[in-house]
């Protein structure tokens, strides 16, 4: 089966800890995206990386780090600066600027 | 970062009407692109639109990108309770392969 995977689908975090969310794709695609949306809110980009090795901040990058070691991944680390993460996560790839194809979400909620 | 508006951010009609949502950009677009997530999904692609003035229908859905290239429209003749969700446009093209979204506008359908 062709797609994007995110894993976990729900998340759960203590206050002052790192987690990390999985997003994999074998689509073989360029461009991988991270989203963050809140509810009854649009998607805003947090970051995004058009080829491996590389990646660019979005629109509310702080509190967040991204890595693309694998063109079939590109995991998101939301840390400890990041100050109001509970929201739901949407991992989507694309090849040049066709359609993005989403996973099903990582919904994040801090305890 | 770039600014994308969608009016309305919210509109309940009666199964049978017709629905319209706006999407308006500060800039030239070069690309526009239309998805669709039901609640407690996740985007899922509709449509791109390329070129100054294109009109575009999927059955009851039609599309239409501003001859300025700075708006475009999702119209819904004759909606029914399936197309419940929220409908986003976002925004592409360029070196930098950025996608951005708008702020969606949520639909809701009575039977």
């Known amino acids: 089966d062709g797609g994007i995977t995110q894993s976990p689908k729900y998340l759960f975090r203590k206050e002052g800890q790192n987690v990390t969310l999985s997003c994999e794709q074998n689509l073989n695609h360029d461009a991988m995206y991270w989203y963050r949306q809140d509810p009854g809110q649009g998607l805003r980009l947090i970051y995004y990386s058009q080829i491996v090795n590389d990646f660019q901040k979005g629109d509310i990058a702080e509190g967040y780090s991204v890595s693309r070691e694998k063109k079939e991944s590109f995991p998101l680390t939301v840390t400890s600066a990041q100050k109001n993460p509970t929201a739901f996560y949407l991992c989507?790839?694309?090849?040049?600027?066709?359609?993005?194809?989403f996973g099903q979400g990582t919904r994040l909620t801090v305890v | 970062g770039q600014q994308v508006m969608q009016i309305p951010q919210y509109q309940h009609v009666q199964e049978g009407e017709d629905f319209t949502t706006y999407c308006n950009s500060s800039?030239?677009?070069?690309?526009i692109q239309w998805y669709k997530q039901r609640p407690g999904g996740h985007p899922v692609f509709l449509i791109q639109?390329?070129?100054?003035?294109e009109v575009k229908k999927q059955k009851r859905l039609t599309f239409q990108f501003g001859e300025a290239k700075k708006n475009s429209s999702l119209h819904i003749t004759a909606t029914q309770t399936t197309d419940v969700g929220t409908y986003f446009c976002?925004?592409?093209?360029?070196?930098?392969?950025?996608?951005?979204f708008g702020t969606g506008t949520l639909l809701a359908v009575q039977p």
């Open positions: 800039t030239t677009l070069s690309n």
């Open positions: 976002a925004l592409t093209g360029g070196a930098t392969n950025k996608l951005i």
């Open positions: 989507a790839s694309r090849q040049a600027n066709t359609e993005a194809f």
């Open positions: 639109l390329v070129k100054s003035g």
